[in-house]
Nanobody
Framework: VQLQASGGGLVQAGGSLRLSCVVS????????MGWYRQAPGKQRESVAAIARDGNTNYRESVKGRFTISRDNAKNTMYLQMNNLRPEDTAVYYCKIENSGVGYRGQGTLVTVSS
């Protein structure tokens, strides 16, 4: 199973980025999927998750700004990030999980300048 995250970069505060996570080697639609992030010197934190049926949940600080989605036909998950803030700066990882077995991607760096 491989997860390839991409889409990170440097953006000014208030800007937008869209992260993508392409999954290969497994049945994409059977997994719960999500994004988490880790900033330098800080603990890892969950950002958003999407269930097999498309239900979503978000950490409070990104609600209304971030949107998680999945395209089962393309084996791809997305994280649309709008109105970015400097505190969103982190390495973002995608993850998938099914019945206690999980995988994660290599991470993509998002840097938001003030």
């Amino acid at each position: 199973v491989q997860l390839q995250a991409s889409g990170g970069g440097l953006v000014q505060a208030g800007g937008s980025l869209r992260l993508s996570c392409v999954v290969s080697g497994t049945t994409f639609s059977s997994y719960v999927m999500g994004w988490y992030r880790q900033a330098p010197g800080k603990q890892r934190e969950s950002v958003a998750a999407i269930a097999r049926d498309g239900n979503t949940n978000y950490r409070e600080s990104v609600k209304g700004r971030f949107t998680i989605s999945r395209d089962n036909a393309k084996n791809t998950m997305y994280l649309q990030m709008n109105n970015l803030r400097p505190e969103d700066t982190a390495v973002y990882y995608c993850k998938i999980e099914n019945s206690g077995v999980g995988y994660r991607g290599q991470g993509t760096l998002v840097t938001v300048s003030s």
